[in-house]
C-alpha cells in the first residue's frame, strides 16, 4: 500500500461524482465515498468504479436526481445516471443517530478492504473493520463473520476470486473455511451478476490463482463445470499439461483483454469430449468446431452478449493453426475472412499463448511468420468481401440477363471466391469477361 491519504482520493473524484455528493450534502443528508474506490486509490490505483453511501432514503435519493435507477431497492441501492457516469448510491440503515447508520453500513460490506469511507466535505475517514491494514498485508478478509457474509450474497465467494484474480491478495484462514458453504449457494446468484465477476476475475494478473482457488472451494462446479472435465485428461507429446492446466495456461499468457482471455478459456473446451485413443496416442479430431458450438452454449448461459458470444465462436472455432508456413497466399486471404479482420490480433494472441501454454519446445516462430504474413496481405488492399468487387449486381444482371434475386447474390459469391484465390482478376473488365464466358 501506497502513502495516500484518503483526503487525496476525495479529490480524485470526477466532476460528476462531486456534484452528486454536493446535492445531497446541500439536502442535508450524510453522504459518504465507500467501497472499491478507496481501495483502488489507497493503492495508488485510479479508481473506476465510484460508490456512495447516504442517510437517505432510496425515495429521497430518486426524488434529487432527473436520472435514477433502481438496482437493488431491497438493498436500499438506487444508480443515479449523468452523463458522465454511473454511481450507485446506497442508503445507510435506517434507526441509527448519528454516525451509527454509516458504521452499519460498513459492517455489513463484503470484505475489510472495501468497508472504509470518507465523509464529504469533511474528508473525515472510517475504518472500522481494519480494512487499511489489510491492504498492507495484501490480505482478504471478510467483514465479521464470513459464513455470514456470504449467506447474505453467495456472489461474494465469486468476488473472493476476482480481487485474489486482480489484487493478487490472500484470503485469511476463516475466509477460506466459508467459501465453500457459501459456494454452494451459488445456483441462487443471476447468472449476469456471474458473468460480470468472472469477466474480470478473467483480466487479473493473478488469474491462475484465482482459478485455483475456484476449484477448491467448489465454485468451477457451478459456474463452469465444462472446465473440470479436462482434469487429468491426459493430451499426446506436443502437450506436457493435461487439458485442464493447458487451458489456464493459455489464459495467462494471453493478454489482459476480456475478448481473448475469454477464448482463451473456452478454446479447448470439447477436448474431453472427443478425446479418442488412435494407435495408442489420444487424439481430438473436430474439438475446434465442436467447442464453438460448446462455447455458445456456455455463453449462452451466461448472457453474454450476442456478438461477443459470436466473435468468441468464430476465435474457437479458427485457433488450430497448423503448418501455417506451408499456407498459400490465398489461405492467408481466406483465413482472414472467415475470422474478420477485427479478430486477426486476438486470434494471434490466442494462438501465441496456446503455444506457449503446450509446456513443450513447440516453435513458437510460426505464428510470428504468419502475424507478419497477414499484415502483408492487409497492406495490399485485396477484396476481402462481396461489396470490395470491381463489379456489382447490375453488372451481375445485365451480363447474365438475371432477375433480382438470390441468384445473383450466389454469382457473387462465386467470383468473390475466385479473386481470393487471384486477386488480380479484380478488374472491372476482367470480371465482366468471367461473367461473359461462365468461368465462375
Same mark, same amino acid.
Given at each position: 500500500?501506497?502513502?495516500?491519504h $484518503?483526503?487525496?482520493?476525495? *479529490? ?9 455528493? &454536493? ?13 472499491? %474506490? ?6 495508488? !490505483? ?5 460508490? @456512495? +453511501?447516504?442517510?437517505a ?9 432527473? =436520472? ?29 443517530? /448519528? ?6 453500513? @460498513?459492517?455489513?460490506?463484503d470484505?475489510?478492504?472495501? %468497508? ?7 474528508? /473525515? ?21 464470513? !459464513? ?9 465467494t ?6 485474489? !484474480? ?6 485469511? +484462514?476463516? !475466509? ?13 446468484? %443471476?447468472?449476469?451478476?456471474? =458473468? ?11 488469474? @491462475?490463482? +484465482? ?21 487429468? #485428461? #491426459?493430451?499426446? *507429446? ?25 477464448? +482463451? ?10 478425446? =479418442? ?19 455458445? *452454449? ?16 468464430? @476465435? ?18 481466406r ?16 494462438? &501465441? ?28 488492399? $485485396? ?7 470491381a463489379? /456489382? ?8 440477363a438475371?432477375?433480382?434475386? $438470390? ?6 459469391k *462465386? ?19 468471367l461473367?461473359?464466358?461462365?468461368q465462375?
Amino acid at each position: 500500500m501506497t502513502n495516500t491519504h $484518503p483526503a487525496q482520493i476525495l *479529490s480524485m473524484a470526477p466532476e460528476a461524482l462531486r456534484t452528486i455528493m &454536493e446535492v445531497l450534502h446541500a439536502a442535508d443528508y450524510g453522504v459518504w465515498m465507500v467501497g472499491g %474506490a478507496i481501495r483502488d486509490g489507497l493503492l495508488n !490505483s485510479r479508481p473506476h468504479d465510484w460508490d @456512495l +453511501a447516504t442517510t437517505a432514503t432510496p425515495e429521497q435519493v430518486m426524488g434529487l436526481f432527473p =436520472r435514477v435507477v433502481p438496482v437493488g431497492l431491497c438493498h436500499g441501492t438506487v444508480r443515479v445516471h449523468t452523463q458522465d457516469l454511473d454511481v450507485e448510491v446506497s442508503s445507510c440503515p435506517a434507526g441509527f443517530p /448519528n454516525e451509527q447508520g454509516i458504521l452499519a453500513d @460498513l459492517g455489513r460490506r463484503d470484505f475489510t478492504i472495501n %468497508a472504509m469511507a470518507i465523509q464529504y466535505p469533511s474528508g /473525515n475517514w472510517l475504518d472500522p473493520h481494519g480494512g487499511a491494514r489489510d491492504l498492507a498485508n495484501r490480505r482478504l478478509r471478510a467483514v465479521g463473520s464470513a !459464513s455470514a457474509r456470504f449467506r447474505e450474497d453467495p456472489l461474494r465467494t465469486l468476488r473472493a476470486a476476482r480481487l485474489m !484474480s486482480t489484487l493478487g491478495f490472500h484470503l485469511t +484462514a476463516n !475466509s477460506l473455511a466459508a467459501l465453500r458453504e457459501g459456494a454452494s449457494r451459488l445456483p441462487t446468484v %443471476a447468472w449476469e451478476r456471474i =458473468r460480470d465477476e468472472m469477466l474480470k476475475l478473467l483480466v487479473g494478473r493473478h488469474v @491462475l490463482k +484465482a482459478f485455483s482457488l475456484l476449484r477448491r472451494a467448489g465454485m468451477t462446479q457451478f459456474v463452469l463445470p465444462e472446465l473440470l472435465e479436462g482434469v487429468r #485428461k #491426459k493430451q499426446n *507429446s506436443y502437450h506436457h499439461y493435461d487439458v485442464y492446466h493447458h487451458t489456464l495456461y493459455t489464459v495467462h499468457y494471453s493478454p489482459d483483454r476480456v475478448r481473448v482471455r475469454l477464448a +482463451a478459456l473456452l478454446h479447448d473446451i470439447a477436448k474431453p469430449r472427443v478425446r =479418442r485413443r488412435v494407435k495408442g496416442i489420444f487424439r481430438f479430431y473436430g474439438h475446434a468446431k465442436t467447442g464453438a458450438e460448446l462455447a455458445r *452454449s456456455i455463453l449462452t448461459r451466461w448472457k453474454m452478449p450476442l456478438r461477443l458470444t459470436q466473435q468468441i465462436c468464430t @476465435l474457437t472455432a479458427n485457433h488450430m493453426l497448423m503448418d501455417t508456413d506451408r499456407w498459400s497466399d490465398a489461405a492467408i486471404r481466406r483465413l482472414i475472412v472467415r475470422v474478420g479482420q477485427d479478430l486477426m490480433d486476438d486470434l494471434l494472441d490466442l494462438a &501465441e499463448a496456446d503455444h506457449h501454454a503446450h509446456g513443450t519446445d513447440i516453435d513458437a516462430t510460426a505464428i510470428k511468420k504468419l502475424r507478419q504474413r497477414i499484415a502483408q496481405q492487409l497492406d495490399q488492399q $485485396p477484396a476481402l468481401h462481396v461489396t470490395d468487387l470491381a463489379i /456489382n449486381g447490375k453488372d451481375v444482371m445485365r451480363v447474365l440477363a438475371l432477375q433480382p434475386g $438470390p441468384q445473383v447474390g450466389q454469382v457473387l459469391k *462465386s467470383v468473390h471466391r475466385k479473386v481470393l484465390q487471384q486477386p488480380e482478376l479484380n478488374v472491372h473488365s476482367t470480371l465482366l469477361d468471367l461473367l461473359h464466358q461462365h468461368q465462375f
